[in-house]
């Protein structure tokens, strides 16, 4: 199984500055298909997740450009620009190239400081 | 509005069973892959089980296999999620989720399992 890390674990952050989320996977996640199938979600509080980020740089719709994500093989990073109040959450990276099992990273907690 | 609806939680007791569904309105589900995701409380988010559109092919994470089972009736628009012999460590929300190709573009507000005694 692919098994994913992610640090920090608790990233508190200030309001207006950049953040930056680092994920890691035990093995390649490049598929023989060429793509590469790392996503990020968010998690808010009493929500189900979202996902913001797929094949590791393609914003969902809707996602404001200053989540950006970046990355290749088994080293990842997702990137907020400028830090807003409605960013808190856990934020998950996962695989989807080698599966099943999909895996999930452990999540980082982002709040305000 | 597109959007998918889990059902079937509650509290139960150790070595029960439990069926959730999730139904999907908006969009037509007998064409979808879908997935379900549990998170036990305060925990991350674990893959349990993903069926595809036709039921062709299921797969479930090890843990799963044997007490797990998905299905899906396409005439109702629903996919099933069917838990046997209940365990303490079952107790979490059970999401449901749309694959896109790139895992899930769409999820369910989940539904609450308690396995209690």
């Known amino acids: 199984d692919v098994v994913m890390t992610q640090s920090p674990l608790s990233l508190p952050v200030t309001l207006g500055q950049p953040a930056s989320i680092s994920c890691r996977s035990s093995q390649s996640l490049v598929h023989s298909n060429g793509n590469t199938y790392l996503n990020w979600f968010r998690q808010k509080p009493g929500q189900s997740p979202r996902r913001l980020i797929y094949?590791?740089?393609y914003r969902d719709s809707g996602v404001p450009d200053r989540f950006s994500g970046s990355g290749s093989g088994t080293n990842f990073t997702l990137k907020i620009s400028r830090v807003e109040a409605e960013d808190v959450g856990v934020y998950y990276c996962m695989q989807s190239t080698h599966w099943p099992p999909f895996t999930f990273g452990p999540g980082t907690k982002v709040d305000i400081k | 509005q597109v959007q998918l609806v889990e059902s079937g939680g509650g509290v139960v007791q150790p070595g029960t069973s439990l069926r959730l569904s999730c139904a999907a309105s908006?969009?037509?589900?007998?064409?979808?892959?879908i997935h379900w995701v549990r998170q036990a409380p305060g925990k991350g988010l674990e893959w349990v089980a993903f069926i595809y559109y036709d039921a062709g092919d299921k797969q479930f994470t090890d843990p799963a296999k044997g007490r797990f089972t998905i299905s899906r009736d396409n005439s109702k628009n629903t996919v099933y999620l069917q838990v046997d012999s209940l365990r303490v460590e079952d107790t979490a929300v059970y999401y449901c989720?749309?694959?896109?190709?790139?895992?899930?573009?769409?999820w369910g507000q989940g539904t609450l399992v308690i396995v209690s005694s």
């Open positions: 094949r590791v740089s």
């Open positions: 989720a749309r694959d896109d190709g790139s895992f899930a573009d769409l």
């Open positions: 908006g969009l037509t589900l007998s064409s979808q892959n």
